[in-house]
């Protein structure tokens, strides 16, 4: 199986130079695998040099989809808390917006 690189990659080309396949490069949207060149680095590496580099969470995911830097797993912040602190945030947000939502009056008569 190989694994891939998703949308949430954000082309810090940390990874590319790492590949003893060479078989990350770079596409339009974000970086890519070449499923047929990797070999998830079986035989050349304990781990998947791509993902030991990677700074971004979830970026690399093998053949079942599953993240090799799962959430939580480079910040050390657990995802039960990390849920909590986003829904707070988009909560104030949300909040935010309103307040500075501009207030119906009355439509002016012509």
Known sequence: MALEIVESCVDCYACE?????RAIYRAAAHFLIDPD???ECI???MDAQCASICPIEGAIVDGLGDALNPPGSLTGIAPELLGRY???????YAGALAANAPAAGPVPSS
């Open 86 to 92: 986003r829904a707070a945030v988009e909560t104030a």
């Open 37 to 39: 060149k990797c070999t």
């Open 17 to 21: 130079p790492l590949c003893p396949n």
């Open 43 to 45: 035989g050349d590496h």
